[in-house]
């Protein structure tokens, strides 16, 4: 159970605080939600509190292994497959299982794909979306702001990138 003020991860969305646990009547339904304010969009998001482990909300990680996740960007081996489907599905998977680790694997691969091959429209919705999740969560643990953290990412891809331009 957790707790107004607590900082959590709601997978597939991103990071934020418990502002209010609620009791709401949905479909005529009687249920207690945690009521979730993102700080990145300023949105606002209602999870029923009976399920947050099916769902895998999580607390967020600490400062320390924040630091150490973003320091991990850069050295982190990505393979990308080439079948758009099979990716996608992947990729998909690794944002919604909520682990950081697999969501940073996700930012990256499709980060250094959108420099060589470029993205589907798809595909750069999920870059998009990928990268708010990540970030939003090192945002909250106080790693860094959300441009600075941004501008770390693009200068890693772009590092590696012309590197294997040059190979």
């Not at 209602?46 to 600490?62: H, K, L, S």
């Amino acid at each position: 159970m957790f707790n107004v003020g607590d900082k959590i991860v709601y997978p597939m969305h991103g990071a934020g605080i418990i502002e209010a646990i609620e009791e709401r009547k949905i479909l005529k339904q009687r249920q207690s939600y945690y009521i979730m304010k993102m700080p990145i969009g300023d949105m606002k998001v209602m999870i029923p509190t009976n399920n947050c482990e099916e769902i895998g909300i999580r607390y967020i990680i600490d400062k320390t292994t924040g630091c150490e996740i973003l320091a991990m960007f850069k050295s982190l081996k990505s393979d990308v497959n080439d079948n758009w489907n099979k990716r996608y599905r992947e990729n998909m998977l690794k944002i919604r299982s909520g682990n950081i680790l697999d969501v940073l694997d996700v930012v990256k691969s499709l980060m250094l794909r959108e420099r060589g091959k470029g993205l589907s429209t798809s595909e750069r919705k999920m870059l998009c979306n990928a990268k708010q999740i990540f970030i939003s969560e090192l945002v909250l643990a106080k790693v860094a702001l959300y441009d600075e953290i941004e501008k770390i990412l693009e200068q890693a891809v772009d590092e590696e990138y012309s590197i294997s331009d040059d190979e």
